[in-house]
């Protein structure tokens, strides 16, 4: 190959011009090793994996995050766990009226504002709603306006909680807003707040709430 | 182009369709952060698993996105049943800490992290495929004493 390893006329071998004549020939050198990476593929591919994974899923937790509800929990965990006896510690109900919450019986607490209210009133005439009028006491605890909130259960009691003190006595968490909490609590029968959470879309969630009715009722 | 190549892209493809009908049912009923939680709380224990078995075997796992997937599923299995009215009770813990996943200090971003930290420990432990069944080796010695023979003059 011209260049690498050259002879004289004389047939001896001499060093090619601009080398360095204490450095050892190699002819294979500056092709092969020189032009293959030193990372093997696999782990190239392997950290591209990593790689494309961790922005992909880090991205999508960013998006989830990035535009909460004013009436969330602060803190997420804490709203609709799911579980009994979780978010805050049992403590006893504070009553609405002379009735609500009756002893030997399960009532439902909802807590919400004027535009809430009046979605659930209509949301408690859905069948989800009829049965949970069947199944407990109902009672709305509404920042403003109570007197314009007109359940059709007779039995639902309604107050009016304009300085959040009856949502403080059940122990309700405030929203990302710092507002009137829109949410509910479940006491059982006897007489003992057993879940508490916010949830905004409470209206349109009642099957839920028949959910954790039917934890409470054992 | 052959089977053993599509299945890698079957299995992608496959994985994440799931994983998107899975996100779009938690959107719905206002829960992504639980999503979250439990991709990353199973996604890591199906990773740890798998660097386990990668190790202890001396191969990659064939099939590691429907291993984390499986891993997801079975993290958010309480979820299933809550939508079947079953409220969640504490024994629902033994699916990869179902109810206390959810208050890990930091929340979702720790869970962020350690599933980081898992898919790493699998990357590194796992060898790759080639030098696991041994196809395609070649002893280096071999490349190294044609490179560096002397020329013939």
Redesign the interface.
Known sequence: MPGSVDTDRHGRHRTPVGADPSLPTNPGAGRGSAARSPVPRWVLVRVAVGAIVAAVLGAALIVSMSDPDPLDDPDLAMQRAGILDVVGPRSPAVALSAAVPARGRVTVVFFLRPTQAGQLAGALESPAGQELSELVDLGLVVSSGAGEVTPRDPGTTVVEDPDGRLAAAYRMRLPRDGGSPVGYAVVDAAGTVRYRTLDPEVATGLDEVLTIVDAVRG | MRISKLGPVIETVLVVAVEIVL?RRFQQG????H??TH??AGGSLALVLMAVVAHRWRRPVRFPLLAVLAGHLFAMA?DIL?LE??????W?DVFVAH?TS??LPG???SW?VL??AA??LY?VTAP???EATGAGRRPTGC?EA???AP?R?
Request: hydrophobic share 40%; net charge positive; charged share 15%.
């Open positions: 996100y206002d829960g992504t952060f999503y979250f991709l990353f309480p809550y009215s079953i409220a969640h009770t504490r629902m109810n959810h208050f929340r979702n971003i962020y599933f980081l898919m790493t990357l790759p495929a080639r490349v044609t490179v560096g020329r003059p």
